[in-house]
T-cell receptor, first 116, second 113 residues
């Protein structure tokens, strides 16, 4: 079974631009979560999507947004980029089982975003 | 609110020595706890998880962790370090669904020969 794939792997943008990152989950997984990893703040939860709806949200400004498509693929968008947005953005997929069941997350390799 | 604290941002051991990485958690509800490993330029790999079953949890690559409610700890251990264990390790706590992880700051493990 193919793992979680993220595209692109590397991206360079300038301040003020916007960027879209893509995540394809493991086949059959319905939940996609996004995380930001920086040297200063570490790993921080951005948001989770399940069945095309945002189900959980971390503490990030509105410039960070996401969406999920009917095939469970997810995109993350950052508008008006700032230098501090330079980070590794990780996507994780999980089955999305209901009823309080634990869902193991499987992480992709990440997209390295550099903002100049 | 849930949180985790990893004590020691950098731990150095010799090959064959005991590995001990410390993690303390804060949670108002019974937590789900995890240890992940990250190798350079890669994503995160789950080492082991505690989901309220056995308090001593065995994971991959010879790692194990013990959930101690009285100490609010979930320390990661391995009896004998190998050079390939050199990586960054993250302790995390999550909601019951396991889909919104709160991570510690990470501990970089160095292994010398």
């Amino acid at each position: 079974k193919a793992g979680v794939t993220q595209t692109p792997r590397y991206l360079i943008k300038t301040r003020g631009q916007q960027v879209t990152l893509s995540c394809s989950p493991i086949s059959g997984h319905r939940s996609v979560s996004w995380y930001q990893q920086t040297p200063g703040q570490g790993l921080q939860f951005l948001f989770e999507y399940f069945s095309e709806t945002q189900r959980n949200k971390g503490n990030f400004p509105g410039r960070f947004s996401g969406r999920q498509f009917s095939n469970s693929r997810s995109e993350m968008n950052v508008s008006t980029l700032e230098l501090g947005d330079s980070a590794l953005y990780l996507c994780a997929s999980s089955p999305g089982l209901a009823g309080g069941s634990y869902n193991e997350q499987f992480f992709g390799p990440g997209t390295r975003l550099t903002v100049l | 609110a849930q949180s985790v604290t990893q004590l020691g941002s950098h731990v150095s051991v010799s090959e064959g020595a005991l590995v001990l990485l410390r993690c303390n958690y804060s949670s108002s509800v019974p937590p789900y706890l995890f240890w992940y490993v990250q190798y350079p330029n890669q994503g995160l790999q789950l080492l082991l998880k505690y989901t309220s079953a056995a308090t001593l949890v065995k994971g991959i690559n010879g790692f194990e962790a013990e959930f101690k409610k009285s100490e609010t700890s979930f320390h990661l251990t391995k009896p004998s370090a190998h050079m390939s264990d050199a990586a960054e390790y993250f302790c995390a706590v999550s909601n019951q669904a396991g889909t919104a992880l709160i991570f510690g700051k990470g501990t970089t493990l160095s292994v010398s020969s």
